[in-house]
C-alpha cells in the first residue's frame, strides 16, 4: 500500500467502499462480503468495478483488518469502520481528505455487480451539482402492512430504489458527515439532504443489486452467467465405401463414383455429430436410440436420428450453441458443398447456420481414408442450459 504522498487523485475521483457490515443475514457462515460469488471474493469484484477510476479507500470491520491481505493489496487505503455506517463513511473520507480530492464515490460492498455505466452516470452528474446517486423507479404496486393485512396502498408516484455508488463533491459530504448528529442515516444521501444539499438521481441498473438474503447470491450468480450448464460432446463415425453412384454427406447428396455402406443412408457426418450432441447429454449414441438390429431403421435418412438429439437437447432445455464437423476424406471434395451442408445441418437442428461448421481435411494419403477405403468424420457439439 502506497504512502499518502504517493496517491494521486488528479486523474479521478476518490472511492469509500463500505465493508465493516458483519452481513451475516445472508448465510455461509461468514460476512456476506467476504463469500464466493461465482470463483471470486464479492469484496474483490466490488474492489475490481472502481479499478483505475482513482485512490480507493476500504473500510473494514475492525475485527476484519489484516485478514484478508489480498483484498486489502488490492486498495490504496484501509481504515476500520464504526458502529453505524455513517461512522464507517466519515472513517473513509477522513482517511482521503489529505489527499484533497473534488470529487468522492461511496459504495455497497454488497452490491458487487455495478455497471460501469452506472459508475459514470454519477460522476458525470457532479459536473452540475454537488451530490448524484442512482435509482431505479419504483414499478410495483407499494402496500403498508399491518399484522398481515395490507392496511394501506401508497402512491408509487416520484418514488425510487435507492443504489449506489453516491457521488459527492468532496468536501461538501465530508463537511456534511462532519456536522451530522441526528438519528442514524440510511445512507449517504440521507446525510447530505440534511446538510441541505440537493441530490440528483440518475438512472440505476438492475444488475446492481444489493447482496442481503441467501436468494441473493443465486441471483448474482445468474447474472454474472456462474449458474449455466455447459456441455461438450465429441462424435466419431467411419463408413466404407461400396456400390453406388453417390452419398450422403452432412444432408447433402454427392454425386460420386461410390457410395457409402451403412445400416442406414451411411451419412458419416451426420452420425458424428448425432453422437456429439448425444454425448453433452450422456444420453449414449445412435446405437442406443436406434438400434441397427432393428429393420425400420434399414436405409433411414440420417436427418431422423439428428432431429432427435435435437428435439431431446431441447426438452431437457439444452440449446446447441455451436456444431463443428470435420469429415476426413481424399474424394469427394467437401469445400463445394460446405455451406450447403451447414444449412441443411442447421435446418434439421432448428438452430442458426452461423452456429455450424462443416470442413473437411485429407489424412494425406494415410490409412484407410488415404487409401480411399472409406470417410471418417469427427464433430463437437456444444450445449447450454441458462
Known amino acids: 500500500?502506497?504512502?499518502?504522498?504517493?496517491?494521486?487523485?488528479?486523474?479521478?475521483?476518490?472511492?469509500?467502499?463500505?465493508?465493516?457490515?458483519?452481513?451475516?443475514?445472508?448465510?455461509?457462515?461468514?460476512?456476506?462480503?467476504?463469500?464466493?460469488?461465482?470463483?471470486?471474493?464479492?469484496?474483490?469484484?466490488?474492489?475490481?468495478?472502481?479499478?483505475?477510476?482513482?485512490?480507493?479507500?476500504?473500510?473494514?470491520?475492525?475485527?476484519?483488518?489484516?485478514?484478508?491481505?489480498?483484498?486489502?493489496?488490492?486498495?490504496?487505503?484501509?481504515?476500520?469502520?464504526?458502529?453505524?455506517?455513517?461512522?464507517?463513511?466519515?472513517?473513509?473520507?477522513?482517511?482521503?481528505?489529505?489527499?484533497?480530492?473534488?470529487?468522492?464515490?461511496?459504495?455497497?460492498?454488497?452490491?458487487?455487480?455495478?455497471?460501469?455505466?452506472?459508475?459514470?452516470?454519477?460522476?458525470?452528474?457532479?459536473?452540475?451539482?454537488?451530490?448524484?446517486?442512482?435509482g431505479l423507479v419504483v414499478t410495483d404496486a407499494l402496500w403498508r402492512v399491518e399484522d398481515e393485512t395490507v392496511a394501506e396502498a401508497p402512491s408509487r408516484a416520484g418514488l425510487v430504489r435507492a443504489q449506489t455508488p453516491q457521488g459527492f463533491?468532496?468536501?461538501?459530504?465530508?463537511?456534511?458527515?462532519?456536522?451530522?448528529?441526528?438519528?442514524?442515516?440510511?445512507?449517504?444521501?440521507?446525510?447530505?439532504?440534511?446538510?441541505?444539499?440537493?441530490?440528483?438521481?440518475v438512472p440505476g441498473h438492475e444488475d446492481n443489486l444489493k447482496i442481503t438474503a441467501a436468494q441473493d447470491f443465486i441471483r448474482a450468480e445468474r447474472i454474472l452467467g456462474c449458474d449455466m450448464d455447459v456441455r461438450t460432446g465429441n462424435g466419431f463415425d467411419v463408413h466404407a465405401f461400396g456400390p453406388g453412384d453417390s452419398l450422403w454427406l452432412c444432408g447433402v447428396e454427392i454425386a460420386h463414383e461410390r457410395g457409402l455402406k451403412g445400416h442406414s443412408d451411411a451419412d458419416v457426418g451426420m452420425h458424428a455429430l448425432t453422437d456429439a450432441i448425444y454425448g453433452a447429454m450422456a444420453h449414449g449414441d445412435i446405437g442406443q436410440h436406434f438400434p441397427p438390429s432393428d429393420p425400420q431403421w434399414k436405409g433411414a435418412r440420417s436427418e431422423i436420428f439428428l432431429a432427435h438429439a435435437a428435439d431431446l437437447a431441447r426438452v431437457e432445455g439444452f440449446a446447441i450453441t455451436h456444431c463443428d464437423v470435420t469429415l476426413i476424406c481424399e474424394r469427394p471434395k467437401v469445400g463445394p458443398h460446405a455451406e450447403a451442408m451447414r444449412a441443411e445441418l442447421a435446418r434439421i437442428m432448428q438452430i442458426e447456420p452461423g452456429r455450424v461448421s462443416v470442413k473437411a481435411t485429407t489424412s494425406e494419403r494415410l490409412g484407410f481414408a488415404g487409401r480411399e477405403e472409406g470417410i471418417a468424420a469427427m464433430a463437437t457439439a456444444t450445449l447450454v442450459k441458462a
Open 169 to 201: 463533491r468532496f468536501d461538501a459530504i465530508l463537511a456534511a458527515h462532519r456536522a451530522h448528529d441526528g438519528p442514524p442515516a440510511a445512507d449517504d444521501v440521507a446525510v447530505a439532504r440534511a446538510a441541505g444539499l440537493a441530490v440528483s438521481v
Open 1 to 134: 500500500m502506497p504512502p499518502l504522498d504517493q496517491i494521486s487523485t488528479a486523474s479521478g475521483p476518490a472511492i469509500v467502499i463500505v465493508a465493516a457490515g458483519r452481513g451475516l443475514r445472508a448465510g455461509g457462515g461468514l460476512p456476506k462480503q467476504w463469500r464466493d460469488l461465482g470463483g471470486r471474493m464479492v469484496l474483490a469484484r466490488t474492489i475490481e468495478a472502481f479499478a483505475g477510476l482513482g485512490p480507493i479507500c476500504l473500510v473494514l470491520h475492525p475485527e476484519a483488518m489484516g485478514r484478508y491481505p489480498g483484498i486489502e493489496a488490492m486498495a490504496d487505503l484501509v481504515v476500520a469502520g464504526g458502529a453505524e455506517r455513517a461512522h464507517s463513511v466519515r472513517a473513509g473520507l477522513e482517511a482521503l481528505a489529505p489527499l484533497a480530492p473534488q470529487k468522492v464515490l461511496i459504495h455497497d460492498a454488497a452490491r458487487p455487480l455495478v455497471p460501469h455505466e452506472t459508475i459514470r452516470a454519477v460522476l458525470d452528474a457532479l459536473d452540475h451539482g454537488p451530490a448524484a446517486a442512482p
